[in-house]
């Protein structure tokens, strides 16, 4: 089954004709991600990559079939390009860029709720299902299918979660990085609710980073849920001190301060093994 | 990016808030001009403009400077040149600036505004909602910091509408959390909701008024004043990014940001090269456990290459309380090859005094080993992170 996407996903790219969308978009066909489309505005009626470019998502859609799309459009043209996505009731998007700014992400997430629309992202390696699809930028060299759904926090320690896997033995269900940024799309809950229901999946790794309570998210509902997989987390920032900013408002949101212990806290009380390094992953992996 | 008082004050007043009157100065006879014009007769503030919060609460490294803070009360015309002597070019080091303070070279010089009460005031993202929210909170004379920590119920938190700011029973429940009069129902609603246009309209990620004041007639008035803006944004805000203050920023960071990089410095020893803020953590946490401190981190983000390598190396091999350096660089394309080169070209150009070990992983691993032990530089490869780290450690321990 996997999670979000499958080898039967058609998905579409915003922003295909882009140097950074081609090279992704063709390392993706070549993996057997079900592209069907492209878009650009007003490059319509154009192909790229043997692929059908149309004006809109909406256009492509109904042309397509379509349900998902990965982005890459530059950060000021994030905003629209999700608009569009939203309007055109996809089931996911998937949002590459970095440096979108804050603002724009808070009307995007106006722009989410109460709509049938899913994002990944941004600043997001994106979500891979190995031997299926690879929608964003992963190696996709260093994945191989198996039973481990891994979602991250930071873009780079999830490269580190698939080798960990491999380290085990083990392959992954579904690769999902969940984006950098201050404001990001689906969070870790929207991502283990599924990875509990996927008969695919048999445990999860997470990875968690400093700032925000996600991690504290997660924790509380893992404890309540009553069919619980395992979960093995991972979080990053312990060393990190506090201090190189000015004003407080920033701090008092999150109560004071907020360390990558009391998420780790958290994350052991509700019955998630935490490791202290992130390669002592796959050790955790074979007790299982 | 954050900008000084002065500047702050100067785009909220464009919002309808109010602040005393005021003005720059930068040497002490230009200080007494500007109390002059700013008010016949004193008390005046003399308030240091330098990037930190707790100024008042600060101390100056020189002994000329007197021992009071960076925020004064002068009474008379000749005490404003003494006092701003004193103050100008003196180091300022508060609870935010670290031991090294932060050089002190404007002064903002203020009307003395007589006030019945202070408050706190803030606005800032949370993230987790995600919503501008507003803070505020009664404090006297206790740290707004210390009472989040200790008395978080003391401070009133309030989501804001994107697009209409507060409504007016959000207004009422702030009049009657901060006791504050029915005079100045009117004057605080314009107060939050100028703060909230302001944040919307210049892309700000921070706003705080600390204190707020209450005037006689009830009025609020911005006693002080911080603000910080979205970097990713700037392009939109070419008079904002104009107001950047290249002296506030460290040598380093200003060259790192000029190539996007992140870069941030700490008390350890080790200089790292990462291309993720979670890897950056992670390797800290991994020297950590060690006993050892990270001297600073350089992410160097996305698309690395070459150059990107060879810059950054450049930037931390500059920075002297680095005994050694890690490269732990995880890439989704990454040629390790290319990395190889820019490590071999950067440390061949400002010479390599320091163990450095390098893990890689993507393609030609081996022609990158290759290129490094061709070069015959003093370089360590390691295939995971952990072995790097302790690699690492191990090289400073016997350089030593």
């Known amino acids: 089954m996997s999670i979000f996407v499958d080898a039967d996903t058609k998905v579409i790219c915003q922003g295909i004709t882009g140097t950074q969308a081609t090279f992704h978009v063709r390392r993706s066909l070549d993996y057997g991600t079900r592209f069907v489309a492209g878009v650009t505005p007003e490059k319509g009626g154009t192909t790229h990559l043997g692929l059908p470019v149309f004006n809109s998502v909406k256009e492509a859609r109904e042309a397509t079939g379509a349900t998902a799309s990965v982005m890459f459009v530059p950060a000021p043209a994030v905003k629209s390009a999700i608009k569009d996505a939203v309007e055109a009731e996809l089931d996911l998007v998937v949002c590459i860029a970095d440096s979108v700014p804050i603002k724009d992400m808070l009307e995007v997430r106006q722009l989410l709720r109460g709509s049938k629309t899913k994002l990944i992202g941004p600043n ?29 926090r930071s873009s780079t ?27 990001i799309g689906i969070d870790f809950v929207e991502a283990l609710e599924r990875f509990m229901r996927d008969d695919e999946t048999d445990a999860v790794i997470i990875i968690g980073q400093l700032g925000g309570t996600f991690e504290e998210e997660a924790a509380r509902w893992y404890k309540n849920l009553e069919h619980k997989k395992p979960i093995i987390g991972f979080v990053a920032g312990n060393a ?19 360390t990558a212990q009391d998420k780790i806290d958290a994350m052991q009380d509700a019955g998630m093994t935490v490791v202290k390094k992130i390669t002592a992953i796959h050790e955790e992996l074979a007790k299982l | 990016m954050n900008i000084h008082e002065y500047q702050a004050k100067k785009i909220l007043s464009r919002y309808g808030i109010n602040i005393p009157k005021g003005g720059v100065a930068y040497t002490p006879n230009e200080a007494r001009n500007v109390a002059a014009a700013v008010s016949g007769r004193g008390p005046w503030m003399l308030k240091a403009q330098i990037q930190s919060g707790a100024r008042n609460r600060g101390y100056f490294l020189e002994k000329s400077a007197g021992n009071k803070g960076g925020i004064r009360i002068v ?25 090294k303070g932060k050089l002190v070279s404007r002064l903002y010089v203020e009307a003395f505004n007589k006030v019945k009460k202070i408050f706190y005031t803030g606005m800032v993202i949370d993230r987790m909602v995600p919503a501008v929210t507003l803070l505020v909170a ?4 206790e740290e707004i910091a210390k009472i989040a920590l200790t008395e978080p119920e003391k401070i009133l938190k309030i989501r804001l509408d994107l697009q209409k700011g507060a409504v007016p029973s959000q207004i009422q429940e702030v009049l009657d959390f901060l006791h504050l009069e029915p005079k100045s129902a009117h004057s605080t609603e314009n107060f939050i909701n100028g703060l909230h246009r302001a944040f919307v309209e210049t892309d700000a990620t921070m706003i705080e008024i600390n204190p707020t004041g209450v005037l006689r007639d009830g009025r609020l008035i911005a006693l002080d004043a911080k603000m910080s803006f979205d970097g990713n944004a ?10 950047q203050d290249d002296y506030e920023a460290d040598d380093r960071e200003l060259q790192a940001a000029k190539y996007k990089f992140n870069y941030s410095e700490f008390d350890g020893s080790i200089g790292c090269i990462v291309n993720g803020d979670g890897l950056a953590m992670a390797a800290m946490d991994s020297l950590n456990s060690r006993g050892v401190g990270t001297a600073c981190f350089l ?32 890439g989704g394309f990454l040629r390790c090859n290319l990395i190889a080169d820019g490590i071999v070209s950067a440390a061949s150009e400002v010479g390599l005094n320091v163990p450095l070990v390098v893990r890689f992983e993507g393609t030609n691993k081996d022609e990158a ?14 295939d995971d992170m952990e072995t790097a780290v302790s690699r690492l450690v191990q090289a400073v321990e016997e350089s030593d």
């Open chain 1, 124 to 152: 997001t390696p994106g979500i891979i299902t190995p031997g299926g699809a690879r929608l964003g930028i992963f190696p996709e060299n260093i994945h191989q299918p198996g039973r481990i759904g891994i979602v991250s």
């Open chain 1, 157 to 183: 320690l999830t490269y580190e979660a698939v080798i960990e896997t491999t380290r085990a033995g083990m392959g992954q269900s579904t690769v999902i990085g969940l984006g950098d940024d201050m404001i």
């Open chain 1, 240 to 258: 990190v001190p506090f201090g190189h900013k000015i004003g407080y408002a920033g701090d008092i949101i999150t109560k004071g301060h907020i």
């Open chain 2, 75 to 99: 009474k008379s015309r000749r005490d404003i040149v003494k006092e701003a002597e004193k103050m100008l070019g003196s180091t300022l080091v508060t609870m935010q600036t670290g031991p």
């Open chain 2, 138 to 141: 009664e404090t006297k004379d």
């Open chain 2, 234 to 243: 700037l392009y939109r805000h070419k008079d904002i990014s104009r107001l």
């Open chain 2, 299 to 330: 992410n160097v983000k996305g698309g690395v290459d070459k150059d990107k390598i060879a810059s950054g190396l450049k930037i931390i091999m500059t920075n002297p309380k680095v005994e050694g350096i890690l490269v732990n660089i995880l």
């Open chain 2, 369 to 382: 080993k290759e290129i490094l032990e061709h070069s015959k530089l003093p370089i360590i490869i390691a």
